[in-house]
């Protein structure tokens, strides 16, 4: 079939490329290596994850969001019922900032925008969204431009919903998909998929204080 993604054997990081920034009794801050699952997979190939590999050192820990196995940076897991159940609420309410890093094919226009497209299943070609402005659900990216070179271009990315796919999607969308996305673009052309969590801010569960957290972006332009 045209078109058709075929699956990667799944080869992941060991525990030792997943790199704690922050801990304490309430929460677990990561940066997590490109090519790890958040959470298990489905069958017994795919159980390698951030979440066991934490368990394995903290005991208890508990999933609050996830990013795409391709997908590297800035992920918090919980370490108790309660305490997930406030960062859930912030996540699924849109109190969290989040921005990211992403090398894009082409050079924008503009020095800045938004992308303010719906988003659907397309249960035909599954794991792959869609832009669907009949029955798609409300899906709104920022973005900024930082530096382009040559085809390629450098951006910041600022989701403020958080659908699946929905960074990769969108800049698929517009014409600039992001380097190396097997879904979206011609990932088998490179080495990754160049996407980073690059910050996250929210408020913390047992101090009701504003936190933030930074992960330096692992590539540039000369990467790719």
């Given at each position: 079939m045209?078109?058709?993604?075929r699956p990667r054997a799944y080869c992941p990081p060991d525990a030792g490329a997943l790199d704690v920034l922050y801990q304490d009794a309430a929460l677990i801050v990561a940066s997590k290596p490109a090519g790890l699952l958040s959470v298990p997979g489905k069958g017994p190939d795919k159980q390698a994850c951030a979440l066991q590999y934490l368990t394995a050192e903290f005991g208890t820990v508990l999933d609050v969001h996830r990013l795409d196995m391709d997908t590297s940076g800035l992920i918090v897991f919980a370490r108790t019922a309660e305490a997930q159940g406030h960062l859930?609420?912030?996540f699924r309410d849109r109190r969290?900032?989040?921005?990211?890093?992403?090398?894009?094919?082409?050079?924008?226009?503009?020095?800045?925008?938004?992308?303010?497209?719906?988003?659907?299943?397309?249960?035909?070609?599954?794991?792959?969204r869609c832009i669907d402005r009949t029955n798609g659900k409300q899906a709104i990216t920022d973005w900024q431009l930082v530096r382009c070179s040559g085809e390629r271009s450098h951006l910041k990315?600022?989701?403020?919903?958080?659908?699946?796919?929905?960074?990769?999607?969108?800049?698929?969308a517009v014409g600039h998909p992001i380097i190396g996305d097997p879904l979206y673009g011609e990932g088998d052309r490179e080495k990754r998929l160049y996407l980073h969590a690059s910050s996250l801010k929210f408020t913390h569960p047992d101090s009701q204080q504003s936190v933030e957290f930074t992960s330096s972006s692992p590539f540039s332009l000369r990467d790719a």
């Open positions: 045209a078109g058709e993604v859930s609420a912030q969290v900032s989040k921005t990211y890093d992403a090398l894009v094919a082409g050079c924008p226009e503009s020095a800045s925008g938004r992308i303010d497209l719906p988003i659907g299943r397309r249960w035909e070609d599954r794991p792959k990315l600022i989701p403020l919903t958080g659908r699946t796919h929905q960074l990769r999607l969108h800049l698929s």
